[in-house]
C-alpha cells in the first residue's frame, strides 16, 4: 500500500490532484482507495468534487465509489490495529451510555432528556418517545467521539 501525502493552499486544486490519482484503477478492484479527510464536510465536499470526474462520461454523470474516508484518528487506530479497542468508538461507548441515560433519568441535569424520551410520559406517547433511548445515545456517543 503506498501512501501519497499531497498538501496546498487551495482545495480545488488538491481535489484535481486526487481525482488524477483515483482515476488509475488498481490492481484489486475490490480494495478501498483511502482518503484521510479532516470532517465530515470535507467528506461530503470531496465526494461531490471526485463525482464529477470519476466515471464521468458526458459533462458531471459520474460517480465516487469504492474510496473510504476516514479521519486522522480513524487511520491511526486502523494502522495500530486498536480500531476494535477504542472505547470512544460510537459503537462502543453506546451502551455505557445508554445505561447511564436510563439511571439518570430521574436527575436534575438530565430533565430535558427524561422529557425528550417520554421518561413520565404515559400512553401511546411516552413509549413512542421511550424508543428514542437506542438513537439518542447512538448520536450523542457520535458527537463525544467527535470531540475526542
Known amino acids: ?20 490519482i483515483l482515476a488509475v484503477p488498481p490492481h484489486d478492484p475490490f480494495a478501498p482507495e483511502i ?3 479532516p470532517a ?17 462520461l458526458h459533462g458531471d454523470d459520474g460517480v465516487c465509489a469504492g474510496v473510504q474516508f476516514l479521519s486522522p484518528n480513524s487511520l491511526v487506530t486502523l494502522l495500530l490495529g486498536t480500531d476494535r479497542d477504542d472505547p470512544w468508538l460510537p459503537d462502543q461507548l453506546l451502551w455505557p451510555l445508554l445505561s447511564t441515560i436510563d439511571t439518570s433519568l430521574d ?3 438530565a430533565h ?27 448520536r450523542l456517543a457520535g458527537l463525544f467521539h467527535g470531540y475526542a
Do not use: F, N, P
Open 1 to 20: 500500500m503506498a501512501l501519497h501525502v499531497h498538501r496546498g493552499t487551495r482545495a480545488d486544486l488538491l481535489a484535481e490532484d486526487l481525482a488524477a
Open 35 to 37: 482518503v484521510i479527510v
Open 40 to 56: 465530515r464536510g470535507v467528506e461530503r465536499w470531496l465526494t461531490q468534487r471526485l463525482s464529477h470526474r470519476l466515471g464521468a
Open 107 to 109: 436527575e436534575e441535569w
Open 112 to 138: 430535558s432528556l427524561a422529557a425528550h424520551l417520554g421518561h413520565h410520559q404515559d400512553g401511546a406517547a411516552g413509549r413512542l418517545r421511550a424508543g428514542r433511548r437506542y438513537s439518542v445515545a447512538r
